[in-house]
């Protein structure tokens, strides 16, 4: 695939996956047209070799893996969620002449960029039909229906210089000033548009706010894409296109899990036993399964920071990634990247032998560090892992920018190593 359709096919899939459920839903209709077979976790599965499959968690999880003879996978790691604004379960605050919705802060926000933003709203509805059934349900608004607007300079003299922001009390979006606003028929209205219309009572939902502003190229030249939820849809996109694109009879493996931006730790986060189970389900003779995971390697894709030009000094001088100049390889001391000398060393020969660029990142030793899915998976499974990302500024804000070169180069590399 060339970097024309590579990028545009990246901006649809971004606007198309507002939440890690409509991502999974994207993924797995992407899949099935790529000839996958579905698996269901709750039933048995009789597993053919010379096919590909891939079977999904919690609506927000998916693993997606070919099955030939051979058992030394390259398996690509990604994550499915992004930092946003989650509806509280009882939203609506009627006051001072609005309605608005109280939310909560989904991982590690950047909270500032959310105002003056044009938002909508997305996530999954369960509900009770009138056969005594519990459905579940995708919607999307679209259509912005909210805003955080500022304070006005005027009432807060020290906004320029030390703007702090309360999760509770300043961030809450406001709808309507009918304040005949009913949540649930709200809800209901969705449904309907999905043409939902047998709901006897309505019960929990997770809906979160996101911005409408759609994904785009930015630059004199196009040098930049500007997205929200570049961490880390760019990379589940990545993935997903890799293992569609090697043959059936190479072992991949892409697995892309909720939950990484508060820790990983759930039935469908990397610190769950999803791919754990499916592994075992696929390799169901014990030594069979631990020679599989000491002959394969995960690659770990996240997105790296960017050395930023107005805050040079945030960097460590000798490692600084600039954006499209190729994949960042992330390392860390003290294993909050799952990098080592042996991964690192068999990325560096693959994207040599296609002449494709890679970079190194080291964090400032006098500050934290970030880390992903790949220690949990490794210390999870016994897997070598390798932790790498695409370049990029602004992370966890709620538009992010990475470079229009980099996720494609980070593409062609899997694609070898699926080669292998």
Not at 331 to 349: D, G, L
Not at 353 to 382: H, K, W
Request: net charge negative.
């Amino acid at each position: 695939m060339n970097k024309e359709d590579f990028n545009e096919g990246l901006l649809g899939f971004l606007d198309a996956s507002p939440t890690p459920f409509h991502a999974t839903k994207n993924m797995s209709q992407m899949f099935e047209n790529a000839g996958f077979l579905k698996l269901e976790e709750e039933q048995k599965w009789e597993l053919k070799r010379g096919e590909k499959y891939f079977v999904t968690r919690n609506d927000s999880s998916i693993i997606a893996f070919t099955y030939p003879d051979a058992s030394d996978y390259i398996m690509v790691g990604s994550h499915t969620d992004s930092p946003n604004l989650k509806l509280k379960p009882k939203p609506v605050i009627k006051e001072h002449g609005v309605v608005k919705f109280g939310v909560e802060s989904y991982g590690g926000l950047l909270l500032n960029p959310w105002f003056d933003r044009d938002l909508s709203i997305a996530g999954r509805i369960s509900y009770l039909n009138s056969k005594d059934e519990i459905k579940d349900a995708l919607i999307d608004v679209k259509k912005a229906i909210a805003v955080i607007p500022s304070l006005a300079i005027h009432l807060d003299n020290k906004a320029n210089k030390e703007r702090t922001v309360n999760k509770q009390t300043d961030i809450c979006p406001i709808l309507t000033t009918n304040e005949d606003f009913e949540f649930n028929e709200f809800l209901k209205w969705q449904l309907s548009k999905l043409e939902i219309l047998d709901v006897e009572e309505l019960y929990a939902n997770e809906l979160s706010f996101y911005d409408t502003q759609k994904a785009s190229f930015v630059g004199l030249n196009n040098d930049f894409i500007a997205s929200a939820r570049l961490d880390n849809l760019l990379s589940c996109y990545v993935g997903m296109l890799s293992i569609c694109s090697v043959d059936d009879n190479k072992p991949m493996l892409f697995i892309a899990s909720d939950h990484e931006e508060v820790g990983s730790e759930s039935t469908s986060g990397a610190g769950g036993s999803f791919l754990e189970n499916t592994l075992k389900r696929m390799f169901s003779d014990y030594d069979e399964y631990m020679g599989m995971l000491r002959t394969s390697l995960m690659i770990s894709c996240d997105n790296a920071h960017a050395i930023h030009p107005n805050y040079a000094s945030k960097h460590d001088s000798k490692h600084t990634p600039h954006i499209n100049k190729g994949v960042v390889i992330k390392v860390n001391a003290n294993q909050r990247y799952a990098s080592n000398s042996k991964t690192i060393s068999k990325f560096m020969h693959v994207a040599s032998s296609i002449n494709e660029s890679y970079q190194e990142f080291v964090t400032r030793s006098d500050m934290g560090c970030g880390s992903t899915i790949g220690p949990i998976t490794a210390t999870r499974l016994g897997v070598d892992t390798l932790d790498i990302g695409i370049p990029t500024f602004a992370m966890h804000s709620i538009r992010e920018l990475a470079g229009s070169e980099d996720a494609h180069s980070l593409y062609k590399i899997l694609v070898k190593f699926g080669m292998k």
